[in-house]
Structures are given as structure tokens and as C-alpha cells.
């Protein structure tokens, strides 16, 4: 027996058991500790601390498919102390135990995954690990690639292996390293981090979690000065053990409460806001990881359109109606304010291929209003808008009606696969709130002849970017197509058929289904949901154009029309309600057309030959016609004598012009 073990024990008498077990607690080598009831004081403070963390996150609801991450934290909690306290050789134990953590993590996350076709296989094990790594490879694909994913399979297997790993760590920490800041750092940096994306105040676990990491401290440090003191002669007081534990949970009562009661002053913001700047650089490269984890629930709400290169497929959403931008325009009638525009289709939603800075021509906003050669020569009209910045959607990119031309602020082009493929505006300083500027775009005022005429001679650029379609998209979307659009039906005769398809059939809904996994979305809108928003509206005419050899791509941003214009501000004062997508449709000698296949506001509606009203799309003031009539128009100047009129959505299946394989180029492996 050491000698402060003698020392304590002559002093100690009736107590001399108590100092025992707090001496042999004292010993992160000793087995025996767990006989004795000073061992279970730190494990009782420990599972406290680490269950309010777990509980925490599992009433978040991240997901649906989260296991009862509980009962994975005190799995984690449990193995990480009986190897701390059992195995003879610390590392080999401790890595053991991390493979322990990934088998668990898996298991549990197989037992309560949603199948991507639970009727392909049946429920077995094999079923379910083949799931499993399909999901995770989809994924990680996306994630090398720089493209989308709306899976939260991913996250919730590292979530659950995060939530089984820490507690695991701290059990190590308590145990055998005597650290308490390595015990308790790694499980409040979490509590906190899901706190904070929660609305509203703290919730009870982060006072759980304090007042137990409180103890669980000066506990920790009451071992480790025990532990010193071995080999002296010094005695220690009875019941040391519940002494220290009583004057803590005063102590931590009293923080907790002055920390709750304090009010909390602005006087951070201007330190927040350079802390931002700071780490600006790494946000920048890890904001694309963002793209990957869309199946996540964002709790304070995450903007639809949030991603500069891409454009996630989601399932319910909600709008917000905070003021993002306040916008005079020269318009009278609905424009679509751009914000960005995605080529490339994949399972999980849209992204921007490779793009390039240009400098743009020297042109003035006040030269750009009258126009420059190509935009009399395409038919094209030019639009200013004053933009005031209160809530960036993006603080790299300025907002243009249609194609840009020039702004008041310096930017480059963004260019795509052409010098003259420009994308968008981007800044060459960040735009801040508060920030103003002045932007010229020019939208196409061709009329119906003269779209009717536009040919199909397209510019390779446009065949090699906007006819790609991926394998993941099933034939019977190519099919639905054909169905829809005639053999012999010019460019733009097709794409209003689809246009006015998908708004006949296909209801307007914010609260719409996520697709099962592994399922292609716009298949799913078009043949099971049969609802959707703007999103799925604009990419399934898209899709289906370019099924048909018709080059296609989408662009987002807003609609500027009569329900977002304040008549105090006589401005439109855009929110995240007044969000918008829509399809671009290329014409040779035309460029790019907008179309609207979204029921809830007005359809495109173009002269019969063209004119330089206001802001197309929209009705022009005399020489307008309705969808009607633009209906009766084209099907009785187009279709043979005798023939029926025109081919609704239930008309029989009619051959795509070309078919997928003859696309130029477009499919894709």
C-alpha cells in the first residue's frame, strides 16, 4: 500500500473505504476501480454530458431516416470505458474500438434506411448493403465531381458514427488519459454547432450539458491531484470525493444562471463581420461541399436557389419573405430576373459546367440601352434595372433581365462554352447590404414567324453543352416527349407544346415529395408526384426538350410582375417568395427565349412578328394575342389539311426527331 494510502487511512478511520476507492479511481491503470462507487460518480457525469449532446441532436429531426442515436452514444460511451479501464495496451485497444464504432455506425444505419426499391430484393442484409454502398457511391461521385445530391444517406451515416465516436473519445479521455478538456470540447463544439442552427433560444440540454462538464472538470482534476499526490505522506479529508462534487454543483449553478441572466449587447456584430472576412478564403472552398448534403433539413431555413453552381432537385420547401433586393425596371409587364443559369443535368438537380472571366466590351449602361449590333440583329430588347442590395442571394453575381450586357460597377463576363455564351455578371468586389448598382440585359422580342423559321442550324458550342442528358433519366421521359411534340414540329412549335403540357397537367405545389433514392427526379415529377414548383417545371421541359434534339438549359433568379412591386417604393421589392426558374430555349439567330411552363404565372406570349415592346416575356400593349389563339395560330398553319388539328397529351406515341443516339453528341454514359 503507497503511503498516502497508510497516511489517509490512519486518519480516515470509518472513512478509510471511501479514500480507497478514490485512491484506486486516482489510477488510470487500475481494473479494480470499477468495484467502487467513486469510478461510477465520473461515468454518471460523463453519460450525462454526452446523452445531452445525442438528444440534442436526435430532437433536431435532421432527417427522417436517423436511427436512435441514444442508444448509439451510450454504445460508444460504453465500449470507450470498459476498454480504457480493461485493456492492458492503450492503442491498439482504442483503434480497435473505432472499428467497433464503424461496424455499429453501418449496422444501424442499414436497420432503418429508406431501400431506393424495396421490392427488388426484399429486405435482407445483402439487399440493404448493396443499398448502401450504391447511395454512398452516387455520392461520392457527386462530391468529386462538384456535383448535386439530395441523398441524406451520407449524412446520417457520418452523423451517427460522430455521435457514436465522441462519447467513445471522452470515455478514453475520463478514464485512462485523465483529460477533461479532450472529454468535454469535441461534445460541446457539437451541441453547439446544432444548437445554433436551431431556432430560437438554447435549449435544456446545453444547460444539462454545462452543469455536468462543470462537475465532471473538477472531478477530472480532482484525480488528477490525487494521482500527484502518491508516494507523499500527506492525509486527505473524509469524503473528499462528494465534498469537491457538493462545492462544484454550487459553483455551477451559479455560472449557469449568470450566464443565462446576462443580456447579450450588438457590440460582436463588427467583430463577427471581420471574423467573416477572415475566414472567407475557407468558406469559399468548402461552400461547394454544401451541394453534397441538400437532403438535410436547414432548420433556419436555407435559400432555394443558395448555390452559385448548382441547383439541387428538392422535395418540400419553404419560401421566405425577408427583403432580399429592392429593383426599379423599365417594364410594365412580367420579367424574369437572372441570377444564374445551369447546362448540365445530373440525378440529383443541375450544375455549371466549366466556365471563364472575360472582360467584357467597353460599354456603358447608357450606351447598352440602345443596343449593340448583334442584339438589333437577334431581335432582342433592352432592359435596365436599378438593383439595391439588401440580402444577397449572392454577393458574386449581379442580376440582369436576360442576357448581360453592362452595369455600372466593374465585372467580368462569365463565360461558358462560347465568348458569346455569357452566363452572367460577376463583381470584381463582393457586393455587400447596402450595396447599389445598374444593370443592362436584353431579352428577345422575336416574333412567332420568325422563331417558326429559325432552322436548326446550330453553333457546335450549343450542341456540345445544352443536348446533355444522363443515363440516370429513363427512356419513357424521351417517350412522353414524342407523344407530346410531332415528328415534323419546328423548334419552337415543340417547345410550346411541351410548355402548355406541363402547364395543363402538372399542378403548382411548394409541399411536393422527395423523390425515393437513387430515383431520377424529374422522372419522378413527370410520372408519379405530378406536382411540383417552379423547379421541376422548368427542368422537365428542359429535359424533354433535349430528349428531342432541341438545345435547352434553365436559368433562376426572380419574376418581377404585379405582386412584388410596392407602390410606396414604386419598386419591386423581391423575397424568396418571389424566387423563379425557367427554361431558355436556343434559336438559331435568335439566342436564347424564355419560356414558362409553370401554371401560376402568366404564359409567354410573343407578337406574331416581333417588336420592341417593353420586357418580354409578356403581353405587349396592341400586338399581343393570347395562349388561344397562339394555340389555334400554330396548329392550323402547321399541320397538315385534314389531319385532326392539333396532338394533345393523350395523342399516341409518335417517333422523337432523331431519338436519343442522334442527338449530337448529347448522351451521355
Known amino acids: 500500500m503507497s503511503a498516502l494510502s497508510e497516511a489517509t487511512e490512519r486518519q480516515a478511520g470509518f472513512g478509510s473505504r471511501s479514500v480507497r476507492e478514490l485512491v484506486a479511481a486516482a489510477d488510470p491503470r487500475s ?14 457525469l460523463l453519460a450525462v454530458a454526452q446523452f445531452s449532446v445525442a438528444f440534442s441532436i ?3 429531426n435532421w432527417v427522417d431516416e436517423m436511427p436512435a442515436l441514444p442508444v448509439v452514444a451510450g454504445i460508444g460511451l460504453a465500449i470507450g470505458a470498459l476498454l480504457a479501464r480493461l485493456a492492458p495496451r492503450a492503442w491498439p485497444a482504442f483503434l480497435g474500438g473505432i472499428a467497433s464504432g464503424v461496424v455499429v455506425a453501418t449496422a444501424m444505419v442499414m436497420h432503418t434506411m429508406e431501400l431506393s426499391d424495396p421490392f427488388a430484393g426484399g429486405l435482407g442484409i445483402a439487399t440493404r448493403w448493396g443499398d448502401l454502398w450504391g447511395r454512398m457511391g452516387d455520392w461520392l461521385r457527386a462530391l468529386v465531381t462538384g456535383g448535386v445530391s439530395t441523398d441524406p444517406l451520407p449524412f446520417v451515416l457520418l452523423l451517427v458514427f460522430a455521435v457514436w465516436v465522441v462519447p467513445y473519445l471522452a470515455s478514453w479521455a475520463v478514464f485512462r488519459w485523465r483529460n477533461a478538456w479532450l472529454a468535454l470540447l469535441p461534445g460541446g463544439f457539437a451541441l453547439l454547432t446544432n444548437i445554433s442552427y436551431l431556432p430560437g433560444k438554447p435549449a435544456l440540454e446545453f444547460v444539462i450539458f454545462l452543469f455536468a462538464a462543470i462537475l465532471l472538470f473538477t472531478r477530472i482534476h480532482l484525480l488528477r491531484t490525487v494521482r500527484g499526490w502518491e508516494g507523499g505522506a500527506m492525509a486527505m479529508p473524509r469524503w473528499l470525493s462528494l465534498q469537491v462534487l457538493h462545492a462544484g454543483g454550487w459553483v455551477a449553478a451559479g455560472l449557469i444562471a449568470f450566464a443565462w441572466l446576462v443580456p447579450v449587447g450588438d457590440g460582436w456584430e ?30 433556419h431555413g436555407q435559400l432555394i436557389h443558395q448555390f452559385e453552381g448548382a441547383l439541387p432537385l ?8 425577408e427583403t432580399m433586393y429592392v429593383v426599379s425596371a423599365e417594364t410594365g409587364s412580367l420579367a424574369y430576373l437572372r441570377a444564374f443559369v445551369f447546362d448540365r443535368y445530373e440525378r440529383g438537380g443541375w450544375r455549371l459546367s466549366e466556365t471563364e472571366l472575360v472582360e467584357p466590351p467597353a460599354l456603358t449602361v447608357e450606351a447598352a440601352r440602345f443596343g449593340t449590333p448583334a442584339t438589333r440583329a437577334q431581335e432582342r430588347s433592352l432592359v435596365a434595372v436599378e438593383v439595391h442590395v439588401e440580402s444577397p ?3 458574386r453575381r449581379l442580376l440582369t433581365v436576360g442576357e448581360p450586357l453592362a452595369s455600372d460597377v466593374d465585372a467580368d463576363f462569365l463565360t461558358g462554352a462560347s465568348s458569346s455564351d455569357v452566363i452572367g455578371l460577376q463583381p470584381s468586389d463582393r457586393l455587400e447590404s447596402g450595396a447599389s448598382y445598374t444593370a443592362v440585359g436584353s431579352v428577345s422580342v422575336a416574333g412567332v414567324d420568325s422563331l417558326l423559321a429559325a432552322g436548326t442550324e446550330y453553333p457546335a458550342w450549343v450542341l456540345d453543352r445544352y443536348l446533355q442528358v444522363p443515363d440516370s433519366v429513363p427512356p419513357r421521359v424521351g417517350e412522353l416527349a414524342a407523344q407530346i411534340v410531332g415528328p415534323d414540329d419546328p423548334p419552337y412549335l415543340a417547345a410550346f407544346r411541351i410548355e402548355r403540357y406541363l402547364r395543363e397537367n402538372y399542378p403548382f405545389s411548394l409541399r411536393v415529395s422527395d423523390p425515393p433514392p437513387r430515383r431520377d427526379p424529374i422522372d419522378w415529377f413527370l410520372f408519379e408526384s405530378r406536382e411540383g414548383y417552379f423547379d421541376h417545371h422548368a427542368s422537365a421541359m428542359v429535359v424533354l426538350l433535349r430528349t428531342l434534339g432541341i438545345p435547352a438549359r434553365i436559368a433562376v433568379g426572380f419574376a418581377l410582375d404585379e405582386t412584388s412591386f410596392s407602390q410606396a417604393s414604386e419598386a419591386f421589392v423581391l423575397s424568396e417568395k418571389d424566387s423563379w426558374a425557367w ?5 438559331p439567330g435568335y439566342g436564347w427565349v424564355e419560356f414558362n411552363p ?17 420586357v418580354p416575356p409578356g403581353i405587349a400593349e396592341d400586338d399581343a394575342i393570347a395562349a388561344l389563339e397562339l394555340i389555334e395560330l400554330l396548329e392550323e398553319s402547321l399541320e397538315p389539311a385534314g389531319s385532326g388539328g392539333g396532338r394533345g397529351a393523350g395523342a399516341a406515341p409518335r417517333r422523337p426527331r432523331g431519338g436519343r443516339a442522334a442527338r449530337g453528341g448529347g448522351a451521355e454514359k
Not at 31 to 44: G, H, L
Not at 314 to 321: E, F
Not at 598 to 614: D, I, K, M, N, Y
Request: avoid cysteine; aromatic fraction near 12%; charge should be neutral.
Open 598 to 614: 409553370a401554371p401560376v404565372r402568366e404564359l409567354v406570349s410573343r407578337s406574331r412578328t416581333g417588336g420592341s415592346f417593353a
Open 31 to 44: 481494473a479494480s476501480a470499477w468495484r467502487f462507487w467513486e469510478d461510477w460518480i465520473s461515468f454518471a
Open 583 to 587: 427554361p431558355e430555349v436556343f434559336f
Open 270 to 299: 463588427p467583430a463577427a463581420g471581420a471574423w467573416g472576412n477572415a475566414i472567407r478564403p475557407v468558406t469559399d472552398r468548402i461552400q461547394p461541399l454544401g451541394q453534397v448534403f441538400i437532403g438535410i433539413d436547414g432548420k
Open 58 to 60: 436526435a430532437r433536431a
Open 314 to 321: 428538392q422535395g418540400r420547401v419553404n419560401l421566405d419573405d
Open 393 to 395: 442571394l449572392s454577393d
